[in-house]
């Protein structure tokens, strides 16, 4: 069975750093992996995904995550954070060829930028 | 662009009482999800349906009900509310199997007291 880790509960960065979350995922072949953001109050938003191919992919808000099969990782990153994207950020990870029992998620990071 | 909807946002709850959430998607969806979201533990799956008159268990089924009379609605059933079932409630659908991206609604927080 597929598993997610994201092992930073909290992250704080100050407005206008870079970010970068992160993400490592079990799984025995090529899994298809997601980034959701949640905004306080709201459903989760997808991000980005990846499915195969170029291993570096881009998201809406500026975002981008690279796949890094060697690590199992999955990174969220941002080269300029801004106050709005304080949130809860969801990794998730769906097994190639089906599963109807659809994605399994990490328990999240919740990112906090300091003015 | 509604995508899908979540009926009622807020709810308080007695001990034993009932309720069903509503979820309603708009895109011809055939996967939809239920999901319960616990402070620190992520989103743990409930029920899932792959279509119209079928659905099955998640991870956390126990007293919780589904059912799938049409491909734009999937309820969600509590029967006999307990405060472990506190918690925010939230409805998904994608358009394939569990490898697409899922669409989320905006949620139900559900207070059992």
């Known amino acids: 069975a597929q598993s997610v880790t994201q092992p930073d509960i909290h992250i704080t960065v100050s407005e206008g750093a870079s970010l970068e979350l992160r993400c490592n995922y079990s799984y025995g072949a090529t899994p298809y992996l997601f980034w959701y953001v949640q905004s306080p109050g709201q459903g989760l938003q997808l991000l980005l995904k990846?499915?195969?191919?170029?291993?570096l992919v881009q998201g809406i808000k500026g975002f981008e995550a690279e796949f890094k099969r060697s690590q199992s990782s999955f990174n969220l990153r941002k080269p300029s954070v801004h106050w709005s994207d304080a949130a809860e950020y969801f990794c998730a990870v769906g097994a190639k060829g089906g599963g109807a029992d659809g994605l399994t998620f990490g328990k999240g990071t919740h990112l906090i930028i300091q003015p | 662009n509604a995508g899908v909807t979540q009926t009622p946002k807020f709810r308080i709850l007695k001990i034993g009482q009932s309720m069903t959430l509503q979820c309603t998607q708009d895109m011809n969806h055939n996967y939809m999800y239920w999901y319960r979201q616990d402070p620190g533990m992520g989103l743990k799956l409930i029920y899932y349906s792959v279509g119209a008159g079928i659905t099955d268990k998640g991870e956390v089924p126990n007293g919780y009900n589904v059912s799938r009379s049409t491909t734009e609605d999937f309820p969600l059933r509590l029967e006999l509310a307990a405060p472990s079932q506190t918690s925010v409630y939230f409805c998904a659908s994608s358009s394939g199997q569990g490898n697409q991206p899922q669409h989320f609604g905006d949620g139900t927080r559900l207070s059992i007291l």
């Open positions: 990846y499915f195969s191919g170029d291993t």
